[in-house]
């Protein structure tokens, strides 16, 4: 239930709090004094979008908070957003329209608040009787009813067929383009096989060009440097051994002297691994101009394909293998054709058993929906409406279903049903609206319903039973309910009133929970408009026959 509301910021509201109870909290308030825009900052606090002219003070940042308490939500986002029983919703929007979201103290995004939001509030404005209106929305009132598995699982069907279809039509239609982008890829594909491309001896083909480039010179600086170190008839392994010899001979009669001893013996074993390293690289690498010509051929072709699918070698195997993906994607052959018909009329095969399905439970729905609401309806006043639903015929499976439902409804004896868009007012959307809301109640976890405008084109007799109603949904549901009629005011368990008042050309609006005298003071006003003696004593006994 929602426990607490803050609001700050917004259009007529500089700072209000409100603590809201269980179950029938009813909302009054003049005409113009901001009822339908505390129904609007519940929608901020749930994740709608912000209109930077409702800003009160465009320096100042606009924050919306909200309590939920006793809540039901999936295990995941508990455990993500640090949810017990409870859940706190803040929202705070900067002077430049920038958001910032706590979900329990945690940053969320806006999209995280939105779906925390429909699974913590059900707000009903004139916005649904628009959906009532519009025989595309019943559907969706209708599969609320279903298991969610047979919709999911024709949606799924449908999607799967859809897809089939579309992709054979463009290969029949496209073919002669296909065949073309097939060659295309194909020429690609064996322009990269033919190099048979190894990254490992690949990336070193610039080392070894460079090397056998200069492989004259290479062999030179070898020879010399031999020459020098051990092959000449003056060497440094000669000078080396002579010195050792010299050093020998006196190494054991001054420390400083084994000292110079040992380290020209190092050096000696140095220049012996020189010596032996520049032999094996002398006697391993031949020159050899036709392995260099290879090479370079080599690395040509493959900086060719580099420029074109690189930068790496390792993009070229990738693109390579993006290739051969898109190649068996576009197979366009007769064998294939056929294959992918094949497919497309299996997968239409299934699409029809699933919109079967979908159609028995769309019907048995459609039965158990017309008792419930004709009942509900009868408890609201229209004693002679006659509701259905009828699923009507479509030309062909869409993404909805070859049968959809629409909603017909008469509410005088002696007339046939006709569509609820062209024969209901805006007292009987009303009255529909909550008979549906009552039958969602005892299936849908939302534990808050808002009502704005619930009782609209409703008075007298019809008025008490939409009061009555309401209560005896409140005991299921926490009900938020906007109200211009006393008689629904006084069957709320907690009664707020909106109080608009102007001070140094500014408007200000507060919303106050209301003790008896101040309610039977409201309710007053609210019968005649004045707080007569006969009008306080109405609103005392409504009080009292619907307390």
Do not use: C, W
């Amino acid at each position: 239930m929602l426990s607490y509301l803050k609001i700050r910021n917004f259009s007529v509201f500089e700072e209000v709090e409100v603590e809201f109870d269980r179950g029938l909290n009813v909302i009054t308030g003049e005409t113009g004094a901001g009822k339908s825009l505390l129904v609007e900052s519940l929608k901020m606090v749930l994740g709608e979008r912000f209109s930077r002219d409702k800003q009160r003070d465009t320096l100042q940042k606009t924050v919306f908070e909200a309590l939920f308490e006793e809540i039901a939500l999936d295990t995941e986002t508990k455990e993500k957003f640090e949810i017990d029983n409870s859940i706190i919703l803040r929202r705070e929007i900067d002077s430049s329209g920038k958001n910032r979201i706590f979900i329990n103290g945690n940053l969320a995004t806006l999209n995280e608040l939105k779906e925390i939001g429909k699974k913590l509030v059900d707000i009903h404005g004139q916005h649904d009787h628009q959906l009532l209106l519009n025989p595309d929305s019943h559907k969706l009132f209708i599969d609320k009813l279903i298991d969610e598995n047979i919709v999911i699982d024709f949606k799924n069907s449908y999607k799967k067929y859809i897809e089939l279809k579309s992709k054979l039509e463009n290969i029949v239609k496209n073919r002669k383009e296909l065949e073309i982008k097939k060659q295309i890829l194909q020429e690609q594909l064996s322009e990269i096989e033919a190099l048979n491309i190894d990254i490992d001896e690949d990336s070193k083909l610039e080392e070894k060009i460079k090397f056998l480039s200069n492989i004259e010179k290479i062999k030179n600086a070898i020879d010399a440097s031999l020459q020098i170190l051990s092959y000449g008839d003056i060497s440094i392994e000669k000078l080396l051994s002579e010195l050792s010899h010299h050093l020998l001979i006196i190494k054991d009669l001054k420390s400083e002297f084994k000292s110079v001893y040992e380290k020209t013996e190092d050096i000696s074993y140095e220049i012996n691994d020189i010596v032996n390293t520049l032999e094996n690289i002398f006697d391993f690498e031949e020159y050899n101009v036709d392995e260099l010509n290879n090479l370079i051929d080599r690395k040509m072709a493959l900086d060719k394909l580099l420029k074109r699918y690189g930068p790496t070698l390792e993009d070229l195997l990738n693109h390579k293998e993006n290739i051969k993906k898109e190649l068996e994607s576009l197979d366009t052959g007769d064998e294939y054709i056929e294959k992918l018909q094949s497919e497309v009329l299996k997968a239409f095969e299934e699409l029809k058993n699933k919109d079967n399905l979908l159609y028995e439970e769309r019907r048995k729905i459609a039965k158990k929906l017309k008792k419930g609401i004709e009942a509900i309806l009868k408890e609201l006043e229209l004693k002679d409406a006659v509701f259905e639903v009828k699923l009507k015929e479509q030309d062909k499976i869409t993404a909805d279903g070859s049968k959809l439902p629409e909603f017909y409804i008469t509410t005088n004896k002696g007339f046939d049903t006709a569509p609820l868009s062209k024969v209901a007012s805006g007292g009987e959307l009303s009255r529909i609206m909550l008979a549906l809301k009552e039958i969602f109640a005892e299936i849908d976890e939302i534990n808050t319903l808002i009502f704005d405008e619930v009782d609209t084109g409703i008075s007298g007799k019809t008025a008490k039973k939409v009061g009555e109603k309401l209560k005896a949904l409140s005991s299921k549901k926490q009900l938020i309910v906007i109200t211009h009629l006393p008689i629904v005011a006084a069957m709320g368990n907690a009664h707020f009133h909106i109080i608009k008042s102007s001070a140094n050309d500014k408007t200000f609006t507060l919303i106050k929970k209301l003790n008896e005298n101040e309610r039977k003071e409201v309710l007053a006003t609210m019968i005649s408009g004045t707080n007569s003696a006969s009008s306080l004593s109405q609103a005392e006994e409504l009080l009292k026959s619907n307390g």
